[in-house]
């Protein structure tokens, strides 16, 4: 069983910055590629940002130079480093990974996700 738990969410003022951190526990052989996902009201899911496990980079354009995404893997914990936030970044973010639970197979997992809200 592996688990996700994602925190560091809140209510910011526009300009403003949140760290979002996403931690696996439980049974992992091996900690693949993680992403962010962002959710608001009303629109689809979006992918935001991903790290593969050997630490390449990717975001959504309307992210590029604000968010950064990270991971240590001797803690088995990806961050998203949120800074100049704008009201539109506002929605529930949840963290994605594919987790090696053994050697021979590899599933996704998802955090229960967490409110992020930018308003002054």
């Known amino acids: 069983q592996v688990q996700l738990v994602e925190s560091g969410g809140g209510l910011v003022q526009p300009g403003g910055s949140l760290r979002l951190s996403c931690a696996a526990s439980?049974?992992?052989?091996?900690?693949?590629?993680m992403d962010w996902y962002r959710q608001a009201p009303g629109k689809e899911r979006e992918l935001v940002a991903s790290i593969t496990g050997g630490g390449s980079t990717n975001y959504v354009d309307s992210v590029k130079g604000r968010f950064t995404i990270s991971r240590d893997n001797a803690k088995n914990t990806g961050y998203l480093q949120m800074n100049s936030l704008k009201p539109e970044d506002t929605a529930v973010y949840y963290c994605q990974a594919v987790v090696a639970p053994s050697p021979v197979w590899v599933k996704d997992y998802w955090g229960q996700g967490t409110q992020v809200t930018v308003s002054s």
């Open positions: 439980g049974s992992i052989f091996s900690l693949n590629d």
